[in-house]
């Protein structure tokens, strides 16, 4: 299970903890990752994805799951988001 978020692709990054002589060591910086279920209007259903914080209000701001995803690159989202952003444009192309 990689510390991905399925939504930005935000990943760990890497650095140095300093100490206060100046002592170097490598260490990990963690995205804050959360399991979260988003509601899908267009679906009707829940969808349980592993994205961060950032990415949690980034999609309240722009009006939920449906609004983000369609305007989200498919390279930046996960297999799993990708296919719900696929059933998504699938399901408007229908009502339309």
């Not at 914080?53 to 690159?73: E, I, N, P, S, W």
């Amino acid at each position: 299970m990689s510390r991905r978020c399925e939504l930005t692709g935000k990943g760990p990054m890497t650095g140095n903890n300093v100490s206060h002589a100046k002592n170097r060591t490598r260490r990990r910086f963690l995205p804050n990752l959360n399991d979260v279920t988003l509601q899908s209007e267009t679906l009707g259903r829940g969808i349980k994805l592993k994205i961060s914080a950032a990415a949690l209000r980034t999609v309240d701001h722009r009006g939920g799951l449906d609004a983000f995803l369609a305007k989200a690159k498919d390279e930046e989202l996960s297999n799993s988001a990708l296919k719900v952003k696929k059933e998504i444009a699938k399901a408007q192309s229908v009502e339309a």
